[in-house]
């Protein structure tokens, strides 16, 4: 089976350098119109970039079409304006690939507040801004693929990350969330949990490591879940040649009545409803509420 994008139009934030380029660019060699979105040229989202430029140089030079954007994530305006330009020139936007992030790390206490707010805009709401400017398009066309970029920090967390680790978190609500809004649409949401060598791990990753975990042995992943075959729902880890499926899981529970149910009939359950034994995939927000409901039912 082969993977084409021909006669399709993808959107990757962020993709001046790293992962997004490395995205950008296999999108541009399976035939899809590529429209490069790249705004700040350090880590931590400061200055300006000719990189997107250079990547849309790359894919024409291939033999591709593509266009360089400026536009930053951050500001809902600018990804309309994004998506409109992919609109008006190509005719749709059926992948959109949420790559663009930031990193601004420090321990919660001397974390300066402004610091948390950015990286959750960036991340977060940056997501939301762009799959928002596409989505009633991909509504209309009746076909689109959203690709949102968490991270294990948002899972399991990481020291000195709060900020990151919050917007990660966030990105597998929204992701589960609209792969349900989207269904009868033919919209398919997807999270991807890359471990590669990148600007954003430039020193946090020992040297061998980071050469190790290079940013093509992530695109695999990235490219299925936005072909047209692709799941929707998954979470999924990748970097080094290895992939990996996270799932969200609740166990089954005690039911707490009568004088057990107080803080201290709590405290005494407190081993069987922490065990993981039985654990369920926790598919949709409304399963707790359901199984509370099956439980008080038998």
């Given at each position: 089976?082969?993977?084409?994008?021909?006669?399709?139009?993808?959107?990757?934030?962020?993709?001046?350098?790293?992962?997004?380029?490395t995205?950008?660019?296999?999108?541009?060699?399976?035939?899809?119109?590529?429209?490069?979105?790249?705004?700040?040229?350090?880590?931590?989202?400061?200055?300006?970039?000719?990189?997107?430029?250079?990547?849309?140089?790359?894919?024409?030079?291939?033999?591709?079409?593509?266009?360089?954007?400026?536009?930053?994530?951050?500001?809902?305006?600018?990804?309309?304006?994004?998506?409109?330009?992919?609109?008006?020139?190509?005719?749709?936007?059926?992948?959109?690939?949420?790559?663009?992030?930031?990193?601004?790390?420090?321990?919660?206490?001397?974390?300066?507040?402004?610091?948390?707010?950015?990286?959750?805009?960036?991340?977060?709401?940056?997501?939301?801004?762009?799959?928002?400017?596409?989505?009633?398009?991909?509504?209309?066309?009746?076909?689109?693929?959203?690709?949102?970029?968490?991270?294990?920090?948002?899972?399991?967390?990481?020291?000195?990350?709060?900020?990151?680790?919050?917007?990660?978190?966030?990105l597998?609500?929204?992701?589960r969330?609209?792969?349900?809004?989207g269904?009868?649409?033919?919209?398919?949401?997807?999270?991807?949990?890359?471990?590669?060598?990148?600007?954003?791990?430039?020193?946090?990753?020992p040297?061998?490591?980071?050469?190790a975990?290079?940013?093509?042995?992530?695109?695999?992943?990235?490219?299925?879940?936005v072909?047209?075959?692709?799941?929707?729902?998954?979470?999924?880890?990748?970097?080094?040649g290895?992939f990996?499926s996270?799932?969200?899981t609740?166990?089954?529970?005690?039911?707490?009545?009568?004088?057990?149910?107080?803080?201290?009939?709590?405290?005494?359950?407190?081993?069987?409803?922490?065990?993981?034994?039985?654990?369920?995939?926790?598919?949709?927000?409304?399963?707790?509420?359901?199984?509370?409901?099956?439980?008080?039912?038998?």
């Open positions: 089976m082969t993977i084409s994008f021909a006669g399709q139009v993808a959107i990757v934030t962020g993709a001046g350098n790293g992962l997004g380029r995205y950008a660019l296999e999108l541009g060699r399976r035939g899809a119109r590529v429209m490069v979105n790249d705004l700040g040229g350090a880590r931590d989202g400061s200055g300006h970039s000719d990189a997107a430029r250079a990547v849309v140089e790359e894919i024409r030079a291939a033999g591709g079409e593509a266009m360089a954007d400026g536009g930053d994530v951050s500001d809902f305006a600018q990804m309309e304006a994004m998506a409109a330009r992919a609109k008006e020139a190509w005719g749709g936007v059926h992948v959109l690939i949420n790559n663009a992030g930031i990193l601004r790390d420090r321990t919660f206490a001397k974390m300066d507040m402004a610091d948390f707010e950015r990286v959750v805009r960036v991340h977060l709401l940056g997501s939301a801004y762009a799959t928002k400017a596409v989505w009633n398009i991909m509504r209309d066309q009746g076909y689109g693929r959203v690709l949102m970029t968490t991270s294990s920090t948002g899972l399991g967390g990481n020291f000195g990350q709060a900020n990151y680790g919050a917007a990660k978190a966030g597998i609500g929204l992701a969330t609209l792969r349900m809004e269904a009868r649409y033919d919209i398919r949401v997807n999270a991807i949990m890359p471990t590669a060598g990148t600007r954003m791990t430039a020193d946090i990753f040297e061998e490591a980071y050469h975990f290079g940013p093509d042995s992530v695109v695999p992943a990235a490219i299925y879940l072909s047209a075959g692709a799941p929707t729902n998954a979470i999924v880890g990748a970097g080094g290895v990996q996270a799932h969200i609740m166990n089954d529970g005690v039911l707490l009545q009568g004088e057990a149910l107080s803080a201290e009939g709590f405290a005494a359950a407190w081993p069987e409803i922490s065990a993981c034994a039985g654990d369920a995939e926790f598919v949709n927000g409304m399963d707790q509420a359901a199984h509370a409901l099956r439980m008080l039912s038998r």
